[in-house]
């Protein structure tokens, strides 16, 4: 079944580094990825503590999934390494993959890296090793609901739920769509885009909350369950691609649109707080459906951007860029107020007015993973309002990564401890998407005019660039 393709094959060429703060985002990326070369090379991660690589899917994902940042930051060598491994070295029936794996991360991280640096490149190796992805990955949406099921063991052509549930999060079953659509778009072949239109349907179908769903729902019955709403872990991208799903397909699939500016309507409704004593609003989260949460995982920062985005393509509803205005202020403060200059996972709000104390930080959700959330909001709201202040904000946060989590000639660590600039524990972790998306995001805010104009592309989940269609 064949679709015309939209998608146009033409190189795209990115300049060297055009300021400072960017020859200093090259350079952090350089050190992280000559470690990654050094100690983990066709592995996952490298561990930059112990200088020892980690293996998760056996997919080489550091180089997957970094590969469009090298190309984008124009580091030449490094990126032509990257694409020689990938052309000699990537193999999905490797018996380093018989084992299940998260259908949603390779789908983000590797499908998406595979097109988005055939997208950047033109270069058909990519294409075709997306395709070879892609074919395996299209086994999970057999399901009598058409939603995909959680794992998926890539070498036996394997699909499965998850040992302890039968569910899976809706933020994985909702965060698949924008890279199987892609792929039919550069194929030309509709069964991807079929499969993810399946899937879209019966999520816009269910009912909801005033647009809000639970965090989990079965891909056997494509039934919601449980109670717990939120923005952050197991329901994020799922808000997320709503909204760049509608974009993606040219504005022209409506429910998309209705299904996001519904969910935006609820977070109003029942999500939407502000602190004591200072204001800063925040998106709380739901259990039981109706009991009111003050916890935000820093996650949830990244529907600032979202907001300024929407609000990007319908212009007269201020109120979505008020509210990005807010989060990325109170985003912010979950950095600024932390000894190390460094976001907590989780932050819990004082909702009561008789205390003093805005965020409260529990020991166990003192860590930082590196995350990106908070630096593409930074992004969109600087090149959406033009507002410098959004790039300092950034530049501030990107010194406080190069003092508590640079490691000498190992990249940078997670660390457990943002509070304690004395202590901070490293983790001895460097996820892939701290070059994917944290470092690639940096360099996007520092430039000097938005390398990726919104009317032409969307960044996935995972900061893989992709292109709108045209109709």
Not at 141 to 167: H, M, V
Not at 193 to 205: F, I, K
Not at 324 to 335: F, G, I, P, V
Request: net charge negative; aromatic share 14%.
């Amino acid at each position: 079944d064949q679709l015309k393709s939209t998608v146009p094959v033409k190189t795209i060429e990115f300049s060297a580094p055009r300021n400072e703060r960017q020859i200093a985002v090259r350079d952090a990326t350089r050190h992280a990825w000559k470690a990654y070369k050094a100690y983990a090379w066709g592995n996952d991660e490298v561990k930059p503590i112990s200088k020892k690589p980690s293996l998760w899917f056996g997919l080489g994902l550091t180089i997957v999934d970094s590969i469009d940042t090298l190309y984008i930051m124009n580091m030449v060598e490094e990126y032509m390494d990257a694409r020689e491994w990938i052309s000699t070295s990537f193999d999905i029936d490797s018996p380093s993959l018989d084992k299940f794996n998260s259908h949603f991360e390779i789908t983000i991280r590797v499908l998406g890296g595979l097109l988005s640096a055939y997208h950047l490149s033109a270069d058909p190796i990519f294409l075709k090793r997306a395709v070879e992805l892609g074919d395996r990955l299209l086994i999970n949406f057999n399901t009598a609901s058409g939603l995909p099921l959680a794992e998926i063991n890539i070498k036996r052509k394997t699909a499965s739920g998850y040992r302890w549930t039968s569910d899976a999060s809706t933020s994985e079953v909702g965060s698949v769509q924008l890279e199987m659509r892609d792929l039919s778009r550069c194929t030309g072949d509709k069964k991807y885009e079929t499969a993810a239109d399946r899937s879209s349907n019966v999520l816009h179908g269910e009912s909801k909350k005033d647009g809000l769903v639970p965090i989990f729902i079965s891909p056997l019955t494509g039934h919601f369950s449980g109670g717990v709403v939120s923005f952050g872990a197991r329901g994020d991208s799922y808000y997320e691609y709503l909204l760049k799903q509608w974009l993606q397909t040219g504005q022209t699939k409506q429910m998309f649109w209705e299904d996001w500016i519904e969910c935006i309507g609820g977070v109003q409704k029942h999500l939407w707080r502000h602190s004591y004593p200072q204001q800063f609003w925040f998106v709380g989260e739901l259990l039981s459906m109706s009991s009111f949460s003050p916890k935000m995982d820093h996650l949830a920062c990244f529907l600032a951007g979202n907001l300024a985005l929407g609000w990007h393509f319908q212009r007269n509803l201020t109120y979505l860029l008020d509210m990005a205005k807010n989060l990325t202020t109170t985003c912010y403060e979950m950095y600024r107020k932390h000894e190390t200059g460094l976001s907590p996972e989780i932050t819990y709000f004082n909702i009561d007015p008789s205390s003093n104390d805005d965020l409260v930080i529990r020991d166990n959700d003192a860590q930082n993973l590196l995350r990106p959330e908070f630096i593409e909001s930074l992004y969109y709201m600087y090149y959406l309002t033009n507002d410098r202040k959004y790039q300092e904000w950034g530049w501030k946060i990107f010194e406080s990564f190069e003092k508590y989590t640079r490691v000498p000639d190992g990249g940078y660590t997670t660390i457990d401890d943002v509070v304690h600039k004395d202590n901070v524990r490293p983790r001895d972790k460097m996820e892939s998407f701290f070059l994917a998306e944290t470092l690639k995001y940096f360099y996007l805010l520092f430039d000097d005019t938005n390398l990726f104009p919104f009317d032409k592309w969307i960044f996935n989940t995972e900061a893989h660039p992709l292109p709108i269609y045209k109709f």
